[in-house]
C-alpha cells in the first residue's frame, strides 16, 4: 500500500549564521536531518512543529516564514510512503537548553540524538543524509550568498 507521509522542520538558524542539525539513530541506521518530524493526525503543520521542537530540543519556537515544500519525489527510506516534507525558518522564544556536540553522532548514554551547529557557508549536501535535506541546504546555502 503506497500513501503520503508528510514531515515538517526546522530552520533554527543562530546570530552566527550557524543553523541547527540533528543526528539520529532509528530503524538500524544513523542519518542527519533538521530538527522535526512526522504529522500526528488531526495536527496543523505550525503546530507539529512547534510540537516537535518541544519533543527534540525542549524549546519553544516561533515560525518566521515558510522556506522550502518537496517539490520532486521522495520515497521514504523506512518504508513505502512518498514523503512530503514542509521547511519553516523558526526562532527560539527561550535559550536551546540541549547539549550541542562538535562530533558526528556524539551520543549520550541511553539516546539516540545529539545537535550540532553546522556553520551555513560550510554546510555541504552530503553532511545530510535524505535527499529533500540536501536540496534545503543546497537552497539555504544559496539564500546567504545571494
Known amino acids: 500500500m503506497s500513501y503520503f507521509n508528510v ?6 538558524i543562530s546570530p552566527q549564521n550557524e543553523v541547527l542539525i540533528s543526528d539520529e539513530f ?4 544513523n542519518f542527519t536531518k533538521f530538527p522535526g518530524g512526522g504529522l500526528e493526525l488531526g495536527e496543523g503543520l505550525i503546530d507539529a ?3 516537535e521542537f518541544m519533543e527534540e530540543c525542549n524549546v519553544e519556537v516561533e515560525v518566521t516564514g ?9 520515497k521514504s527510506a523506512f518504508n513505502e ?6 521547511y519553516y525558518l523558526v ?3 527561550h535559550p536551546l537548553q540541549v547539549a550541542i556536540k562538535h ?12 545537535f550540532r551547529w553546522v556553520p551555513i557557508d560550510q554546510l555541504n549536501e552530503s553532511d545530510l543524509t535524505f535527499k529533500t535535506d540536501q536540496t534545503v541546504a543546497r537552497l539555504l546555502k544559496k539564500s546567504i550568498t545571494a
Open 7 to 12: 514531515r515538517v522542520y526546522g530552520l533554527l
Open 26 to 29: 532509528e530503524y538500524g541506521m
Open 49 to 51: 512543529l512547534k510540537r
Open 66 to 74: 515558510h522556506f522550502y515544500t518537496t517539490d520532486f519525489y521522495e
Open 81 to 86: 510512503s512518498q514523503v512530503i516534507s514542509i
Open 91 to 93: 526562532k527560539e522564544l
Open 103 to 114: 562530533q558526528v553522532f556524539d551520543f549520550e548514554p541511553d539516546s539516540t540524538q545529539s
